[in-house]
């Protein structure tokens, strides 16, 4: 813009030193040829052309100089001013006195900002602590030896969109659940169909404090008296179990059925159904389902029944002993010493589909 402005502002000088050598009469007969030239420019043009900041500059330069001769200059601004309206150019003027006025304030003093690790442990103590309010972080701080204003703690929390103490203390189904998840249960079913396209049912149970999966049986036809001795012998297993089982949740399929409740409900279980389609309300059994068919069954052709519990037997306790879970922060549902040092070995699982490392013992 400053080339510019310096290319115009040339221009400029260069016409006015040409015209101080033309007689009065050349230069009004000059004006008089200009006015006509913009007057047909204009009736050809549609679009009246865009301005640069320079060339605006010098129009209200020249139209403020004009506008304090008498009322005979006056009329001849009206004539001279084509390109555009006068209230454009008074505009143009009130911009630039804006920007004559527009500066960069500069911080003078006020309080220095605040450290990145006192304000990430002020978020760290009001996540781990949704009923602490401001004043009880403030003496949470200063017992680690960092003094800061409540009203800090209040701007930092602001900031990262944590509400205050009465309602972020507020409990949610996520940390209610997670409270008892070691005492509850979840269970369904899921279909594999064999190489002679027979459909078999699988059910399982699987624990949603320590993901461990139980396998109670497959069969091609799940009716009332199967369904509930497979019932009657997981809850057997459970007595073995330290931790005792409260709640057991199943969707609404009809396979389970009134006396499959029972025998739960006997042993002090409570039968928790999920709502009308909604699988979600029983995700941990879902992404069981997932997983079993992405890592085993999609890879191998079920030849019958027994072939399938053989299957999912050995994939079932490579699941619980030796495959990370994320949900468990890569540890294993039924954690085993491991030795730190030693040579690194590999078990294949299901004929080389999957692979389970571990150290030799030393």
Known sequence: MVYHFLLCLITLIVDLF??????????DLQIALLQQQLRVLERKVKKKPRLSRPEKLMLVAFTTRLQRQTQRWQER??????LVQPETVLKWHRELVRRKWTFRRRNHGGRPKLDGEIEALIVRIARENPRMGYDKIQGELLKLGFVVDPTTIKNVLRRHRLLPAPQRGKSSWRSFLKHYREQMLACDFFTVETLQLQTLYVLFFIELGSRRVHLAGCTPHPDTAWVTQ??????WQLDESSIPMRFLIH???SKFTTSFDQVFVSEGIDIVRT?????????????????????????????????????????????????PHQGLDQQVPIPRPRSPQGVIRCREVLGGILHDYYRDAA
């Open 18 to 27: 040409a015209s101080i050598r033309l007689a009065p009469d050349e230069k």
């Open 230 to 235: 497979q019932a009657r012998q997981f809850v």
């Open 251 to 253: 969707d609404r399929d």
């Open 77 to 82: 601004l009206r004539e001279a001013v084509l």
């Open 275 to 323: 709502p009308f389609r909604a699988p979600r309300a029983n995700a941990v059994a879902e992404r069981w389902v997932r997983s079993v068919r992405q890592e085993c069954l999609d890879h191998l052709l079920i030849l019958n029944q027994r072939h399938l519990i053989r299957v999912l037997k050995e994939y079932i306790d490579y699941y619980n002993v030796s495959r």
